[in-house]
């Protein structure tokens, strides 16, 4: 029974404080699939990290997440943000007209070391998604942005 206790106490010491970094991307949006990922790059081409975009059919969410790398200043605040917005299109296209449902967009971003989100949308089985992400390093923006893309 000791050793019982003893192993609870100690999984909630190691518990995750807020933004800290995780083990692995997946720890953001469990219970989903990886749809892919995508670097977030300044205009030179250097990656200051990955926006992943995850996706779970059996609820018709996308969730998504943007991790800063050590280019990035991964363990330094500063910020960064990352977005879903829910389309009305249904093919791929360069641009996403924003869905009227009440919920058709998720944005987190504030001056993090590590991550922004997780986010989500519904975008249901056949609607596509948008993605963003932005990361700032001592006035050097780096970025990601899609055109509706992962149409269920």
């Known amino acids: 029974m000791a050793t019982v206790i003893s192993l609870t106490v100690s999984g909630l010491a190691l518990a995750p404080a807020a933004h800290a970094a995780p083990a692995a991307a997946a720890d953001y949006c469990t219970g989903y699939s990886l749809v892919a990922s995508y670097p977030v790059k ?9 926006a992943y975009l995850y996706w779970k059919e059996s609820s018709g969410f ?14 330094t605040k500063n910020y960064m943000s990352v977005s879903l917005t829910a ?10 007209e924003e869905s009227d449902d009440v919920y058709s967009s998720s944005k987190d971003g ?3 070391a590590h991550y922004a989100g997780w986010v989500q949308v519904h975008t249901g089985s056949n609607h596509c998604v948008k993605l963003d992400s932005v990361i700032w390093k001592t006035g050097t923006v780096a970025q990601f942005h899609s055109g509706a893309f992962h149409c269920g």
Do not use: L, M
Not at 87 to 96: G, L
């Open 42 to 50: 300044t205009s030179g081409g250097t990656s200051y990290g990955t």
């Open 62 to 75: 996308n969730c998504a997440v943007a991790v800063k790398n050590s280019a990035g200043g991964a363990g």
């Open 87 to 96: 389309c009305k299109e249904t093919r791929p296209k360069s641009t996403c």
């Open 110 to 112: 504030d001056n993090y």
